[in-house]
């Protein structure tokens, strides 16, 4: 018996000794090619086994593996697989994966994307796997609420209609550019999402760079820049088919299939959906219609195109007008109340709509000239058309006006309107639908040429060209039961009895040429110090034509041609004391030129602001990031100052006459700190966070404004604005974040975030403030909790991914946007409310 018990216990020992002979230690760093950063939260797996780890927010990862030998399977969303082999203990160093899609990696080079630890800007980076997890029905741009800097909100509430500030600063001054193309509006900077609701499907990456930036086109962009990288063409053939069900009978149907990269160096890649509802506010149904396609063609080595067309054709109602908070309250809809529809002859009709549909077409070429030197180029074009509606004549249409309302508050009785506009027979319609139109033709062309002097020395130069045509103009959309609607607002044709489709009210074109060119020289001073020096200058000119207010024969009826010179300068560096430790600065000044309502602000050819003065905007950041094996964080502080703002003032004399003033001195600081982090608490659990406290104010008051009349005589007394210390309105200026990431299973994965705004204060005009008044009324503070679930499973030979998401929990009643009233508080400002709990479920399977 004491033998046998010896022998197994011999054997035991045996058994345990070649286990563990038969373990190796596995180490590395897993990068992503693209942008030559770590890769944090990558897979890797010993092949065969469920053994296996992930990467810290480092990309570095320890795997003891079952084997003494064998191979690891590396896998990171959006990058190829990488399948190496060992023996025994291994240190592989760098493992760099490609990423899985075809020119990316140019496009980001055109686009600028910054680099972790290296440009010396204040960053934070959506991959599409968080877009697709967490963004849902919201809005777009709300995908980037827990960024630091950012408030964004659905305004209104249509489809499309969200809003995005950064640092205080709106679209205006925020440029948001696709792919490295500019998209701002070259006549007024906004930026319109609605023409770009389809982005979350095709989006890659959307990196937000505050304050500078790290562009190298000569965009001059106050409060930062967005940088959304789409969807080029997958390396393998696949695709997928996806379908979304949520609240107010929201639904999405979208479909994707790539070739992938073919033997004679072909991919093409194409997408598209359909997206409808009736969405969360009163009267503001929707429906929209996307698509992508992107070619690409590798001709040899040294040449590749790459072909990219997308779009997003949509209408949607629209709720325009914001109310007093007594009106919500009284109404029986409560924040859902939109004063703005009603229904004609049983159809839904809105006073307030929008549609639009601007296709936006870019050729991309990539000509390395040699191992040191390459030169990109994007050539672009977009054919905007559509508009937004509303109503002329009398206004029958007021929220208050109970006699063309059914019911106190109640929808508009358009039934009645019409009934009245046929009585009037040959009078004509007292009361018309219209849209205002802004069909625009826009191209451009956009090129950088890279080379690396030395080692350590790289130059980059370049071009930005662009062209807009601007036509805007008045269409009768609906006569409501009338035979005709006079119009005398054409010269050309006085009492034009106008029928639908015809133009009324105005009638003009918007012509913007720009010229930009830039130089930067990237110098590695040594291993761990980067450093950077820009320049950059553009011209922009502006233009007017007027069909309605001039005769065809007055010469007139074309402007002049007005021309604005701009210029810039900035610079930076980033140290990287350790591989934990980095620090960086950066400083810049530039000139930015008026918008082109600044210079024809009276809205004519003969009242032009020609001398509107640049504005200028000075900003200096300083940071600092860690980076541990569980802890990531990174802390900014930053100062910009905004001086000469464009302002010009219109005021209507009692004689009915325009009258004027071109106000200059209008300042601005704004000012805060920033900070965000990453725990990786367990291999299952990431929790994130950030705070921002910014302080933005207007700097000064403005003294002795002098008041003009059309033929630019002075009229009556100077006035004074007072704003000094007045804070900036419609962006929280202090916000928080909290988020969990928790891998319930490999498949499965589970978030909650939480978003905190506070110290937002009402928006205000500051050439309004002609006698001293108090600080604009600040909004209650509010939080709100967003969660979403996903598990992803193997269905024969396809791979499915389930996603659930629930927005605003706990259905927490909350101001998001506020228009200051007389007194400056909560019962004479106009407010909109934020949509209360919303939710969706979805399905996408891949094959």
Request: proline share 2%.
């Amino acid at each position: 018996m004491k033998k046998i018990t010896q022998f197994l216990m011999m054997s035991v020992a045996m058994l345990c000794a070649t286990a563990s002979f038969s373990q190796s230690t596995l180490k590395g760093k897993v990068i992503g090619s693209d942008m030559n950063a770590p890769l944090p939260g990558a897979n890797v797996i010993e092949k065969g086994t469920t053994n296996g780890t992930t990467t810290d927010f480092d990309g570095n990862f320890t795997l003891k593996t079952k084997t003494s030998s064998g191979e690891i399977i590396v896998t990171y969303v959006g990058y190829t697989s990488m399948t190496v082999s060992f023996s025994g203990d291994k240190d592989f160093g760098s493992l760099s994966l490609q990423t899985s899609e075809v020119g990316l990696q140019e496009v980001q080079i055109i686009a600028s994307v910054a680099v972790d630890r290296k440009t010396p800007v204040a960053v934070s980076t959506i991959k599409s796997s968080e877009i697709e997890l967490k963004l849902g029905t919201q809005e777009f741009p709300e995908i980037l609420k827990s960024t630091p800097g950012v408030y964004a909100t659905k305004t209104g509430g249509g489809y499309g209609d969200g809003e995005i500030r950064l640092r205080g600063f709106n679209s205006e001054n925020v440029a948001v550019m696709i792919n490295g193309v500019p998209v701002n509006d070259m006549e007024n900077g906004r930026v319109y999402w609605s023409n770009w609701a389809g982005l979350g499907d095709v989006t890659s990456s959307m990196q937000v760079q505050r304050g500078l930036g790290a562009s190298k086109v000569a965009v001059p962009s106050v409060g930062g820049t967005i940088n959304i990288i789409s969807k080029t063409t997958d390396v393998e053939a696949g695709g997928s088919i996806d379908y979304t069900l949520g609240n107010d009978n929201y639904k999405k149907f979208g479909l994707s299939y790539s070739t992938g990269l073919m033997e004679n160096g072909l991919a093409a890649t194409v997408s598209a959906s359909k997206t409808e509802g009736d969405n969360f506010v009163d009267g503001t149904p929707f429906t929209g219609v996307s698509y992508f396609v992107n070619i690409s063609k590798e001709i040899n080595n040294n040449h590749r195109l790459s072909l990219t067309a997308f779009g997003n054709k949509q209408r949607h109602g629209q709720r325009q007008n914001s109310h007093l908070i007594e009106t919500y309250r009284k109404s029986e809809r409560g924040i859902k109340y939109n004063s703005d529809w009603g229904y004609k002859q049983g159809q839904l009709t809105n006073t307030e709509d929008n549609f639009y549909h601007k296709p936006q077409i870019s050729l991309n070429h990539y000509w390395d000239l040699s191992d040191a030197t390459s030169i990109s180029t994007a050539l672009y074009a977009s054919f905007g058309s559509g508009g937004g509606g509303g109503f002329s004549g009398t206004n029958k249409f007021g929220f208050d006006n109970d006699e063309y309302r059914i019911g106190e508050l109640g929808t508009i009785d358009f039934d009645k309107i019409v009934a009245e506009n046929e009585a009037a027979g040959v009078n004509g319609s007292e009361s018309i639908l219209r849209a205002s139109r802004n069909d625009h033709i826009w191209y451009g062309a956009i090129s950088t040429l890279k080379t690396d002097l030395t080692d350590d020395l790289v130059f980059l130069g370049g071009i930005d060209l662009r062209g807009y045509k601007g036509l805007h103009f008045t269409e009768l959309t609906d006569l409501l039961g009338g035979q005709y609607y006079l119009d005398n607002s054409n010269e050309n044709s006085p009492g034009n009895r106008a029928q639908v489709g015809d133009k009324i009210l105005y009638d003009n074109d918007g012509k913007v040429g720009w010229l930009g060119a830039f130089a930067q020289v990237e110098y590695d001073i040594r291993e761990d110090l980067n450093a950077f020096v820009s320049v950059s200058a553009s011209n922009t000119s502006y233009q007017r034509v007027d069909r309605f207010l001039y005769l065809d024969s007055d010469p007139l009826q074309t402007s002049e041609t007005y021309n604005f010179f701009g210029y810039g300068v900035k610079g930076g560096a980033n140290y990287r004391i350790d591989d934990v430790h980095n620090v960086f600065a950066n400083l810049g000044y530039f000139e930015k030129a008026p918008y082109f309502n600044s210079v024809f602000a009276n809205r004519n050819n003969t009242d032009v602001n020609g001398d509107a003065e640049n504005q200028k905007i000075t900003s200096f950041e300083l940071g600092y990031g860690y980076r541990g094996d569980k802890f990531n964080a990174n802390v900014n502080v930053y100062h910009t100052t905004w001086k000469d703002r464009t302002e010009f003032a219109s005021f209507r004399a009692q004689d009915g006459t325009r009258n004027y003033a071109n106000i200059l001195g209008v300042n601005a600081v704004h000012q805060g700190v920033e900070i965000d982090f990453s725990f990786k608490a367990t291999n299952n659990l990431t929790v994130t966070g950030m705070a921002s406290i910014g302080d933005w104010r207007w700097q000064n008051n403005v003294e002795n404004v002098q008041i003009f009349d059309e033929e630019n005589n002075p009229v009556g007394d100077p006035i004074n604005i007072f704003i000094e210390d007045l804070h900036v309105g419609n962006a929280a200026q202090t916000t928080f974040a909290l988020g969990t990431n928790y891998k319930i299973s490999p498949d499965t994965r589970f978030t909650i975030d939480y978003n905190y705004f506070d110290n937002l204060y009402a928006e205000f005009d500051p050439s309004d403030r002609n006698t001293v008044k108090p600080d604009a009324w600040e909004v209650p503070a509010y939080g709100i909790f967003d969660t979403a679930l996903q598990h992803e499973l193997q269905f024969g030979e396809f791979r499915v991914t389930l996603t659930g998401r629930v927005n605003n929990v706990f259905d927490t009643e909350y101001i998001a946007d506020a228009q200051d009233g007389s007194n400056s508080d909560a019962f004479t400002s106009r407010v909109f409310y934020g949509f209360g709990r919303t939710f969706s479920v979805g399905a996408k399977l891949k094959f």
